[in-house]
């Protein structure tokens, strides 16, 4: 089977000729892809029969299959799909107000990085997820999307995995998010957990997506004990690459923050946070934890999280509290993948 989402452009042109079909149906095809939002070969009605017939047989549209989905009463959906290797990954679509719809898609299955508060890295590392498989999952909102007439806006890798430990996978990623789906660079977040080459190689890839880095601590001693990659790359280290990339980029950063009660939400840690980042261009996030099974911290309250982000404010550092979305349904990075492991472990015995 061929996932005609694997293919670019050029690829999907190099296809149907090997096809014997005439150099305008790559374009028809890419724009019920792409544009139109097929759902299936049969809705393709401006196709010849025949061609929509072969493409039934020989072709699909993504490599996975949606195994669960859930629906918050907020309106996000979480969805768990499968790739063909039985690998199942965490996607999020998530509806605001304002009318972004932002798709938050996963890299790898599981991850290596062993971050102790995070369902994904309680699971460890399964395998890197490939180009099509990355951007199969935005490309499969977008299509729904579209066919409701709505158009997906923002795609944020914050889901499973690490980007950057699968950095050409995440980068090329990116690149047909803009150039296949029309999402804009800017309107395209990527996250890492902090590993410093993927930082300074990302610098220069003249890319203008917002690059998010997850700090959680800013002392070393801290840091490395919730984040095991702190280990090998240190924050002044990590500090040093963001630096650069600010000034190679001319863009801001935002840092993520896991407020867990009593341990990072005190103004004390506000300070030492503001004196680490101070002179960087910079948003901090600060989200409340998601409590998960591995791990004993509690979220912090919401008058500790309004205090730390004043206290930020008031050093000068654009702060805020980020939403949490979909808290009812599991929507925590590698939560609802978790969930359902248990329930097959039940079920099987
Ligand atoms: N691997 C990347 C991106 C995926 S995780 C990274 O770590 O940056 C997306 C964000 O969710 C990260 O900032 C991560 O630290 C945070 N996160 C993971 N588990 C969490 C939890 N239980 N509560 C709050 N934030 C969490
Ligand atoms: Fe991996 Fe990110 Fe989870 Fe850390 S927080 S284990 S890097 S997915």
């Given at each position: 089977m061929i996932d005609l989402l694997a293919l670019d452009e050029p690829g999907l042109v190099a296809l149907l000729a090997r096809w014997n079909q005439p150099a305008f149906r790559a374009r028809q095809l890419r724009a019920w892809l792409y544009e139109r939002g097929a759902a299936s070969f049969e809705d393709m009605t401006d196709l010849p029969g025949p061609l929509r017939t072969r493409l039934a047989a020989e072709a699909r549209i993504g490599a996975?299959?949606?195994t669960a989905e859930q629906q918050s009463r907020d309106g996000t959906v979480k969805r768990l799909v499968k790739m063909d290797d039985g690998q199942q990954v965490e996607t999020v679509l998530m509806p605001y107000a304002d009318g972004r719809r932002t798709a938050c898609i996963s890299s790898q299955a599981g991850c290596a990085m062993g971050c102790v508060f995070c369902a994904t890295g309680q699971m460890?590392?399964?395998?890197?997820?490939?180009?099509?498989?990355?951007?199969?999952?935005?490309?499969?909102?977008?299509?729904?999307?579209k066919r409701r007439g709505e158009r997906l806006s923002n795609v944020v890798l914050m889901g499973m995995g690490e980007p950057f430990?699968?950095?050409?996978?995440?980068?090329?990623?990116?690149?047909?998010?803009?150039r296949d789906l029309g999402i804009g660079a800017r309107h395209i977040t990527v996250s890492t957990v902090g590993i410093v080459p993927g930082i300074r190689r990302f610098a220069r890839e003249g890319l203008q997506t917002t690059l998010a880095i997850s700090l959680h601590a800013a002392t070393d001693e801290e840091r490395s004990a919730m984040l095991p990659v702190n280990r090998r790359w240190p924050l002044a280290e990590l500090i040093d690459a963001i630096r650069e990339y600010t000034e190679i980029s001319g863009r801001r950063v935002s840092f993520e923050w896991a407020l867990v009660a009593g341990r990072t939400d005190s103004a004390d840690q506000a300070e030492r946070l503001a004196n680490l980042v101070a002179g960087i261009p910079c948003h901090v996030n600060a989200i409340p934890l998601n409590p998960t099974r591995g791990f004993d911290g509690a979220p912090t309250l919401s008058a500790d999280a309004a205090g730390f982000v004043d206290t930020l404010t008031r050093r000068g550092i654009p702060a805020t509290v980020r939403v949490r979305r979909g808290i009812d349904i599991d929507a925590g990075c590698g939560q609802l993948h978790a969930e359902v492991q248990r329930k097959e472990r039940r079920a099987h015995g």
């Open positions: 996975f299959v949606v460890g590392f399964a395998r890197h997820l490939t180009e099509a498989e990355i951007f199969g999952q935005a490309a499969r909102f977008a299509s729904e999307l430990h699968n950095y050409d996978a995440a980068v090329a990623t990116i690149r047909r998010l803009s």
